[in-house]
């Protein structure tokens, strides 16, 4: 089995469904192939079986990524009997996160902090950046942002929050893999909208 780029194997296992039983497996070439071998019931011809692949991590971004591919060898011998191009792409989507706001303040044009208490579902990792979007309306009061708990810095590097060239949001960056189910509070100094209405504050993980 051949995983696109971006997909890997972390010690996988086979299990052939229709038996009930398992089969040895071995991981190949930067972890995207592995080698199901030594099934304990032959694989007819005339028969449609179905193979789990246990141990499959997807990639850490979202996007569009290309087919997957099985071969079939004869014995241990690297001649292919059957090659099957699993038709792509593959959409892998983006993991949810989850936003707390306590702000100090909620008036028209006032002077305020909001504190966000960022919950990623999945890891960020080392070298990508979080880019908290901010609607239009809103105006910065600081070039910076706070960190309420600090993050660790990723090696050679320093963790910083500050606004996007754009001045569109903030962007932290320079900090360590981010586990899964693990919270970012932040505190963002800014004057509110004019207008009263519903804002929505958007936030990324990009790299």
């Given amino acids: 089995f051949s995983l696109?780029?971006?997909?890997?194997?972390?010690e996988p296992t086979c299990f052939h469904k229709n038996s009930?039983?398992?089969?040895t497996a071995?991981?190949?070439?930067?972890?995207?192939?592995v080698i199901c071998?030594?099934?304990?019931?032959?694989?007819?011809?005339?028969?449609?079986?179905?193979?789990?692949?246990?141990?499959?991590?997807?990639?850490?971004?979202a996007g569009y990524f290309e087919p997957f591919v099985i071969e079939t060898y004869s014995g241990l011998t690297p001649k292919v009997i059957e090659q099957i191009t699993v038709p792509g792409p593959y959409e892998v989507l983006p993991g949810s996160i989850s936003i707390i706001r306590?702000?100090?303040?909620?008036?028209?044009t006032?002077?305020?902090?909001?504190?966000l208490d960022i919950i990623f579902e999945n890891s960020i990792p080392t070298g990508d950046q979080i880019w908290i979007k901010i609607p239009a309306g809103f105006r910065y009061r600081a070039a910076n942002c706070t960190l309420?708990?600090?993050?660790?810095?990723?090696?050679?590097?320093s963790v910083s929050c500050g606004l996007a060239t754009n001045q569109t949001g903030y962007i932290i960056q320079g900090f360590q893999e981010i586990p899964a189910k693990s919270s970012v509070s932040v505190e963002l100094e800014v004057e509110n909208p004019p207008k009263s209405?519903?804002?929505?504050?958007?936030?990324?993980?990009?790299s």
């Fill in 148 to 157: 309420l708990r600090p993050l660790t810095a990723a090696p050679d590097s």
């Fill in 4 to 10: 696109p780029e971006g997909f890997s194997f972390v």
């Fill in 197 to 206: 209405t519903d804002y929505i504050i958007q936030v990324f993980s990009f």
């Fill in 26 to 33: 071995e991981v190949l070439f930067n972890n995207r192939y």
């Fill in 20 to 23: 009930g039983s398992y089969a």
């Fill in 102 to 108: 306590n702000s100090a303040g909620i008036l028209r």
């Fill in 110 to 115: 006032q002077n305020t902090t909001h504190q």
């Fill in 37 to 61: 071998k030594s099934f304990q019931y032959a694989l007819g011809t005339s028969t449609q079986h179905m193979v789990d692949i246990i141990g499959v991590t997807n990639p850490n971004r």
